[in-house]
T-cell receptor
Framework: GIQVEQSPPDLILQEGANSTLRCNFSDSVNNLQWFHQNPWGQLINLFYIPSGTKQNGRLSATTVATERYSLLYISSSQTTDSGVYFCAVVLTGANNLFFGTGTRLTVIP | GAVVSQHPSRVICKSGTSVKIECRSLDFQATTMFWYRQFPKKSLMLMATSNEGSKATYEQGVEKDKFLINHASLTLSTLTVTSAHPEDSSFYIC????????????FGQGTRLTVV
């Protein structure tokens, strides 16, 4: 089956630092989303990005579907950015999201 | 974005009882809803896909008789954990999409179930 690997698994940053999170997937996909799971478990939609580049404030994402990876950039990190970041993909021909392994981010003051 | 509401957010029940979790799309009609389960410090695992007016499709290894899913309308899907046991304790989260393919998914707040 499909594998969706995220790296790094854990990341500790000083407030104000920048970071890049990576999502590699093993099969052709039609859809890719990035989420932030807050400490209460809520999944917050960050990007719907099957291909190309998008930016939203301090966050931006790039998906290169032909090379089967996506990147999430966080600039000027804040303590409120802490939590787990998931990428999730929809396989070609399917309609459900398959979640990656996650990156746990901790931003310290 | 779209709003998906899940209720209750937290529930504690005794072994052997059943628990119903509701998932509602508040500002759109959800053709398809999905139910996921998440263990501590793990990723989300798909349990089943429900389409309005038809039987749910369960993932391999998920007991359909234990996890009953009903999608009676375009805005409501329910997950009932029947005869719950401590090993059913987990975080359950639903999602909904407007269309069937290539559409953004939105998630409810999740339900933390503890069976004692």
């Amino acid at each position: 089956g499909i594998q969706v690997e995220q790296s790094p698994p854990d990341l500790i940053l000083q407030e104000g630092a920048n970071s890049t999170l990576r999502c590699n997937f093993s099969d052709s996909v039609n859809n890719l989303q990035w989420f932030h799971q807050n400490p209460w478990g809520q999944l917050i939609n960050l990007f719907y990005i099957p291909s190309g580049t998008k930016q939203n404030g301090r966050l931006s994402a790039t998906t290169v579907a032909t090379e089967r990876y996506s990147l999430l950039y966080i600039s000027s990190s804040q303590t409120t950015d802490s939590g787990v970041y998931f990428c999730a993909v929809v396989l070609t021909g399917a309609n459900n999201l398959f979640f990656g392994t996650g990156t746990r981010l901790t931003v310290i003051p | 974005g779209a709003v998906v509401s899940q209720h209750p957010s937290r529930v504690i029940c005794k072994s052997g009882t059943s628990v119903k979790i509701e998932c509602r799309s508040l500002d759109f009609q959800a053709t398809t809803m999905f139910w996921y389960r998440q263990f501590p410090k793990k990723s989300l695992m798909l349990m089943a896909t429900s389409n309005e007016g038809s039987k749910a499709t369960y993932e391999q290894g998920v007991e359909k008789d234990k996890f009953l899913i009903n999608h009676a309308s375009l805005t409501l899907s329910t997950l009932t954990v029947t005869s719950a046991h401590p090993e059913d304790s987990s975080f359950y989260i639903c999602s909904a999409t407007r269309g069937t393919f290539n559409t953004e998914a939105f998630f409810g707040q999740g339900t933390r179930l503890t069976v004692v």
